[in-house]
């Protein structure tokens, strides 16, 4: 499997960007990465993905490696709102399906 | 909008009774998966499904069984519930393929004393 490897916790203050970094050095070739944030009490809300190409919605931008062993979530101008644990996960293939399996994630606390 | 309902919020149970814990999907997606939260550990995958009637163990199935009957509904079943089953359960629904994201449920919060 494809593990990701993140720092336990982040802090940023408002208004400036928050840099994720996520390590993945073990991802196959056709293997996406996804990002994932959690608010405290509430299911899991998906941000944003890519395979190779650096990927931007109107949530985040994500920015993959050229050897694509780790990636950069990018959340342009932080906000309060944006407190959140932030889950880097790889897609892994079992027996021809996608599982999908989390870490630990990253505990972004966005200070005023 | 898409949505991923599990049928309850908060759960007590007490030990040795089999709880139900269900999760219905509306967005027709082949994958559904059962995930487990506590401080600390993050989520870890219980079991998952691809399929009607279809299943594979995630990285802690032990103490767990579950129920694809209809594609729309995954059934996480505790045989006969532990103290240590206590935590946040959360399901997630996807469609097959790669580049597709997955959608979660609120979460259910098991307590069994």
């Known amino acids: 499997d494809a593990k990701t490897t993140q720092p336990t916790s982040m802090d940023c203050a408002e208004g400036r960007a928050a840099n994720l970094p996520c390590n993945h050095s073990?991802?196959?070739?056709?293997?996406?990465v996804y990002w994932y944030r959690q608010i405290h009490s509430q299911g899991p809300q998906y941000i944003i993905h890519?395979?190779?190409n650096n990927e931007t919605n109107e949530m985040a931008s994500l920015i993959i490696t050229e050897d694509r062993k780790s990636s950069t979530l990018i959340l342009p101008h932080a906000t309060l709102r944006d407190t959140a644990v932030y889950y880097c996960?790889?897609?892994?293939?079992?027996?021809?399906?996608?599982?999908?399996?989390f870490g630990t994630g990253t505990k972004l606390q966005v200070i005023p | 909008d898409v949505k991923v309902t599990q049928s309850s919020r908060y759960l007590v149970k007490r030990t040795g009774e089999k709880v139900f814990l269900e999760c219905v999907q509306d967005?027709?997606?082949?994958?559904m998966f059962w995930y487990r939260q506590d401080p600390g550990l993050g989520l870890r995958l219980i079991y998952f499904?691809?399929?009607?009637?279809?299943?594979e163990k995630g990285d802690i199935p032990e103490g767990y069984s579950v129920s694809r009957e209809k594609k729309e509904r995954f059934s996480l079943i505790l045989e006969s519930a532990s103290t240590n089953q206590t935590s946040m359960y959360l399901c997630?629904?996807?469609?097959?393929?790669?580049?597709?994201?997955?959608?979660f449920g609120q979460g259910t919060r098991l307590t069994v004393v």
């Open positions: 997630a629904s996807s469609l097959s393929g790669q580049g597709t994201e997955a959608f």
């Open positions: 073990t991802i196959s070739g056709n293997e996406y």
């Open positions: 890519g395979l190779k």
């Open positions: 996960i790889v897609r892994v293939n079992s027996g021809g399906y996608q599982k999908v399996t």
């Open positions: 967005m027709d997606h082949e994958n």
């Open positions: 499904s691809y399929d009607v009637k279809m299943k």
